[in-house]
Structure formats: C-alpha cells, structure tokens
C-alpha cells in the first residue's frame, strides 16, 4: 500500500502580522511563562532571563496553532468529510503561545474524528514533518483497516526567547493541513511518498559527499529534483547535472518544501525533500503521478 496526497487537499494560508500596540498589551500569563523559562534556561546551563518584550509579543499572539487549523480545516473539509480519519498528526517547530493546548486533539474534535489517534511531533525541527510522514505511513500500512490520516504543519514567527537562527529566516506564521490516503500501488496518483531518510555527514562535512551518499541509498536512478532551504541549494547546484535542484521558502519553516510541491510539483517527476540536522541530513522522497490508470476502488472496511 502507498500514501498518497492529492494537491488539492494540501491546504495552505501564511497569516498576516498583528497589530503592534495589542501585542504589547500586558498579558496575565507574563510572570507564570517567565517562570517557565527560567527553568527551561537553567536546565541548559544558561544564565539567561527571559527577555519581558519578546515574551509578551509571543503570549498576545492572536494566531494561535488552534485558530490557524480552524481558519484552514474549512477549505479542506468542503472537499471531503474527515469523519472517518484513523490518524490526525501535528508537526511543528517553534512553540506555541497557546499554554497547555493540545493541538492534535482539538484537530480530532474540529474533524468530529472520533476514532482517530492523535499525535504531535515537536522536537525535530524543520525535519518534524518528514519524521510525521514517516510515522503516517508506519501506522496506516500496518493494518488493512486504516487508510486515511490528516497531517497538520504549522509554526509561529516568533518565539518566547530570543533565537537567532529564527530570525535569520525571517519567518512567516503559517499553517498547512494534508489529508494523506492509503491506496493500492496500482491505484496511487497525487504526491506519493516513496520513503524516508536519514544520512548522517560525510566525515568532512561536505553536503555533496553526503547528499552522494544519500542518493546512493534509493531504490531508483530516477532523475529527481532536490529540494532544500537557499544554502543547501546553493551548495548543491551543479553537483549532480543529473537532478535538478530548487530552494524552498525556508521564511515557511516545517512547511516549506510542502508548499513548494502543491504549486510548482511537475507530473512523473521526484523530489527529494532534504533538511539539514545537527549530525544527519533528513530527507523525504515524493512523486508526482497526477492519475492512475482506472478508477480508484476502495475496499469496505472490515
């Protein structure tokens, strides 16, 4: 069996910033948050005090990951009931301003999916959406009764404390919701995922020896496009005239390389989905196979 995403279900919105002055409003989460992140410091051996501005703009943000996944679910849910999911999942980066929210739960309850299992993956980074999929297709193929799993990815542009690698990429408050299929080989269209992936670093670091390595590990010479933020994309360019290379919006975090594939995805054509970690190089394979060849048949539930 194989997953399969339909570019129109992929749905997606960046949310545009919010007013300075209700940001800066006095929030009566303040001293509890910064307590919070005071502990969080002094378990990572930093000195640091939380920073009062900052952290008051994160609280005051209106666009929480909730308020996000129930301004997009409509788009979706106007092209297909969600009732019958057996999988919801949440993939993020940067944390929430919404304390203590379960967000793949109040997905669950927003898609009156009652049966479906819910689960977060938040301690991966710009990679946590291609560790979900994975999980995705783990869970659905390993029973003939589950077929159907919605994957929500979303971050926020700013965090609780300060973060320079955060503000490097000049990021955008964005959420994107997938709905994934399991569907027979011979029936599989849309963006079908062919595999997840992770090489750790050639010995001397170079992104070409490792993406080499990588791509030594496919099951298929198939030409592919590889995907990447603007620095690994410039490293890769013209290292392999055999595959195309693109740089993805990297100001859209987790869902990046996922907005790339719904507007500019070329049928019959691969991509490799690479997001540099601190030791490996992450990587997802898709293709791209507008149609199948007949109508697609699915089987009863038993």
């Not at 999980?135 to 994957?151: G, H, K, P, V, W």
């Not at 929500?152 to 994107?176: F, H, T």
Request: charged share 20%; glycine share 4%; net charge negative.
């Amino acid at each position: 069996m194989t997953l399969c995403i339909q570019p129109d279900d992929l749905v997606w919105r960046a949310f545009a910033p919010e007013n300075e002055a209700a940001l800066l409003a006095p929030h009566p989460s303040q001293a509890l948050m910064a307590d919070y992140l005071r502990a969080f410091f002094r378990s990572h051996d930093e000195p640091q005090e939380p920073d009062d501005a900052l952290l008051t703009r994160w609280l005051n943000g209106r666009h929480t990951f909730t308020a996000m996944m129930q301004a997009l679910l409509p788009e979706l849910q106007a092209r297909h009931t969600l009732q019958q999911l057996d999988l919801v999942m949440f993939a993020h980066w940067t944390p929430d301003s919404d304390l203590g929210c379960a967000v793949s739960n109040a997905l669950i309850h927003a898609c009156d999916a009652r049966q479906a299992f819910g689960l977060s993956v938040s301690d991966r980074g710009l990679a946590a959406p291609l560790f979900a999929l994975s999980a995705i297709d783990d869970y659905l193929t390993s029973d003939e009764n589950r077929r159907e799993a919605l994957l929500m990815i979303a971050d926020q542009d700013l965090a609780p404390y300060p973060s320079e690698r955060l503000a490097q990429l000049r990021p955008q408050k964005n959420c994107c919701l997938m709905r994934i299929e399991k569907r027979p080989p011979h029936q599989a269209s849309g963006l079908i995922f062919e595999g997840y992936y992770r090489q750790p670093y050639a010995e001397n670091g170079d992104p070409i020896d490792t993406m080499r390595q990588l791509l030594s590990r496919l099951p298929t010479a198939d030409t592919l496009t590889l995907l990447g933020n603007p620095s690994l994309a410039a490293a890769l360019q013209g290292a392999f005239p055999e595959h195309q290379t693109a740089a993805v919006a990297e100001s859209l975090l987790c869902a990046a390389p996922f907005v790339y594939l719904k507007h500019h995805a070329q049928p019959g054509r691969r991509y490799l989905l690479a997001v540099p970690e601190s030791r490996h190089l992450t990587a997802g394979v898709l293709r791209y196979q507008p149609c199948h060849d007949g109508p697609f048949t699915r089987p009863s539930r038993t």
